[in-house]
């Protein structure tokens, strides 16, 4: 099955630096990857994803890149903001479901400080 | 507004006892999915079904069981089987079945605890 590794687990940034979280994957045939971001007592929200066919997508101060012949994909976050403080998550589609369920990083806690 | 809503949000079992959580989606969704999230985890698939009266295993479904009589629900239940079923539990759902490329919106989740 898919195995999608996260680091870092904690990241702690001052207001207005860039975050960079980054994740690689093991199937090579993926090509579907989406980042969700997680406040504390919710669900996880979409907040960016990426298919193969390009390698790059920014929206505002997010962006993710992904270099499929190294298997891995990274989130940026420019110009971090206190409400950009929660758990990010990074997936990849599972091979044992017919990619249609996602395996999911074990998440990276960001916290921007004011 | 459409969404997903799972309900209850806190939930407590007793020893021997099964429970059972509800997922409702308004989206219009073929695709849901139960995924468990335990303390500095990420998510692990329970069951997933892309389509009504069916449904597969996902990677921890011991001690699980699911049905999906209904399009918009998939109710999970935790089964006295699951020996430790303290976590968060999370539904989704997507608008599958298809290939890849099919994002997933979550409901907030329902907190399940041993009493």
């Known amino acids: 099955g898919e195995n999608v590794e996260q680091h870092p687990s904690t990241l702690s940034v001052q207001e207005g630096d860039s975050a960079v979280i980054k994740c690689t994957y093991s199937?090579?045939?993926?090509?579907?990857f989406p980042w969700y971001k997680q406040e504390l007592g919710k669900g996880p929200q979409l907040i960016i994803d990426?298919?193969?066919?390009?390698g790059e997508k920014k929206d505002q101060r997010i962006a993710v890149t992904l270099n499929k012949t190294a298997k891995h994909f990274s989130l940026h976050i420019t110009e971090t903001q206190p409400e950009d403080s929660a758990v990010y998550f990074c997936?990849?589609?599972?091979?044992?479901?017919?990619?249609?369920?996602?395996?999911f990083g074990s998440g990276t806690r960001l916290q921007v400080q004011p | 507004d459409g969404g997903i809503t799972q309900s209850p949000k806190y939930l407590f079992r007793k020893e021997g006892q099964n429970v059972t959580l509800s997922c409702e989606q308004n989206?219009?969704?073929?695709?849901m999915y139960w995924y468990r999230q335990d303390p500095g985890q990420g998510l692990r698939l329970i069951y997933y079904?892309?389509?009504?009266?069916?449904?597969q295993k996902g990677d921890i479904a011991e001690g699980y069981s699911v049905s999906r009589e209904k399009k918009e629900s998939f109710p999970l239940t935790v089964t006295s089987a699951q020996k430790n079923p303290t976590a968060f539990y999370l539904c989704?759902?997507?608008?599958?079945?298809?290939?890849?490329?099919?994002?997933?919106?979550f409901g907030d989740g329902t907190r399940l605890s041993i009493l």
């Open positions: 079904s892309q389509i009504v009266n069916d449904f």
């Open positions: 989206l219009n969704h073929d695709a």
């Open positions: 989704a759902s997507s608008i599958a079945p298809g290939g890849e490329g099919q994002p997933q919106h």
């Open positions: 990426i298919r193969s066919n390009v």
């Open positions: 997936a990849a589609p599972s091979p044992g479901t017919g990619r249609r369920a996602l395996t």
């Open positions: 199937d090579s045939a993926s090509n579907y």
